[in-house]
């Protein structure tokens, strides 16, 4: 029997609290992770499917839509249906965050996130 390292994480709680506001310390957890920044610069290139994510990255598909799912709770990711000609379908992410600062303020910290138009 094989294992797989595809670590798993608490950040945030999913579904029940989704927090589009996110605190400055549930976005630095966040984006503290490697592999939530790597997904997140993927859909900042370009919107993409789940599959392509985890291709483009090199990371497995369930940490992938682990991220995905992190992300959008923290209203940082966008989702859209796409429908294929032939009926399938499938979600694309796409960056709703333009960019993210980190700032010292008085002795606190500072995070400011700016959002696509």
Do not use: C, K, W
Not at 11 to 36: C, I, K, V
Not at 57 to 86: H, Q
């Amino acid at each position: 029997m094989s294992t797989h390292a595809d670590p798993v994480r608490d950040y945030p709680p999913h579904a029940e609290s989704a927090d589009p506001d996110p605190s400055p310390e549930e976005l630095l957890e966040l984006f503290g992770d490697q592999y939530t920044r790597r997904v997140f610069e993927a859909v900042s290139e370009a919107p993409r499917g789940g599959r392509e994510i985890a291709d483009v990255t090199g990371i497995s598909r369930a940490t992938v839509y682990r991220r995905l799912n992190d992300l959008e709770d923290a209203g940082l990711v966008a989702t859209e249906l796409v429908i294929a000609d032939d009926g399938n379908h499938h979600e694309r992410y796409e960056a709703a965050a333009q960019s993210l600062s980190v700032g010292l303020d008085g002795g606190s910290i500072d995070v400011a996130v700016q959002f696509a138009d």
